[in-house]
DNA sequence: AAGGCGCCCAACCGCGTCGTA
DNA sequence: ATACGACGCGGTTGGGCGCCT
């Protein structure tokens, strides 16, 4: 199936907004809502493709969006969460109220990856455990797919399950019950729909597993309660759904 | 003052997914 | 089952701006 780009057709605008347009597009919108973005441009009297209204609305002009700078806050609430989703902006930005998915990808690309590269963890821990070495074999392995731990938790946060560590037992992995993480400190702008909404529905037979790297000992099966500053810095995140735990995804 | 350079961010592009006929 | 339109997403681009020399 080949797709006409949706600005082939000539005459229709490109590049930046004028406030004129700006105008146009709010004044139909808050009169008529959206409706279909494809027929918007038409009826509203622009000349834009339907995919740039829908852009120019969705990431400037709607009334929802926050405008300014990212706070410190914010700015870690993205960064831990970028640990858990990878690059699912969108995803992200769902979490983050009033902040769109470009302006969290330009921010990631701009200062916070730069922020994080400057970042170098510890080596040798002394509390590196060795449950947390058996992963880090499982990880590292030849024959294991070669991911980073951010490609990872993206991949499991997707399906919500499939990353296995298949020499442990189900009942030697951390897993920890969502409601017996203490994650305001961290997450305080995300509401309890977050790992609600990570979990599904099940709570009996979904788990989030932390993999906490350099303080794995600090998380104690069934028994963790608060996750320690020091720990957050290190922590990898993987969501592993435990009826699944026999199988390998496909990455 | 002006030219070069790098950074930032709004906007674009192409593709995947979903819904419907 | 298939085709197709619409939407949404993530990656990329390029113009504008500020800083430096």
Redesign the pocket.
């Known amino acids: 199936?080949v797709?006409a780009?949706?600005?082939e057709k000539m005459g229709l605008?490109?590049?930046?907004?004028a406030p004129e347009e700006d105008q146009i597009l709010i004044s139909y919108i808050q009169k008529n809502g959206h409706?279909?973005?494809?027929?918007l441009p038409k009826q509203a009297g622009l000349l834009?493709c339907?995919?740039?209204c829908?852009?120019?609305w969705m990431?400037?002009l709607s009334p929802d969006i926050k405008r300014g700078n990212f706070t410190k806050e914010e700015e870690d609430n993205i960064i831990h969460l970028h640990e858990i989703l990878g690059?699912?902006?969108?995803?992200i930005a769902e979490k983050l109220s009033g902040r769109t998915?470009?302006?969290i990808?330009?921010?990631w690309?701009?200062?916070l990856k730069k922020r994080l590269k400057s970042y170098q963890p510890p080596q040798n821990s002394k509390r590196r455990s060795k449950k947390s070495n058996e992963i880090n074999n499982f990880v590292h392995a030849p024959n294991s797919p070669q991911i980073s731990s951010s490609e990872m938790s993206a991949v499991t946060s997707d399906s919500l399950s499939s990353i296995v560590f298949p020499s442990m037992q189900i009942e030697d992995q951390i897993l920890i019950k969502q409601k017996e993480i203490d994650s305001s400190q961290y997450f305080s702008k995300i509401d309890e729909s977050f790992w609600a909404e990570e979990l599904a529905t099940d709570n009996n037979s979904n788990f989030i597993t932390i993999m906490a790297g350099e303080e794995f000992q600090s998380l104690d099966m069934f028994n963790s309660t608060t996750i320690l500053e020091d720990d957050m810095d290190f922590l990898f995140k993987f969501f592993i759904k435990a009826e699944d735990l026999t199988e390998l995804p496909e990455l």
């Open positions: 199936m797709r780009p949706c600005c605008k490109k590049g930046p907004w409706g279909n973005w494809r027929v834009r339907g995919k740039s829908r852009l120019r990431n400037y690059n699912r902006w969108s995803a998915d470009n302006e990808k330009n921010i690309h701009t200062h």
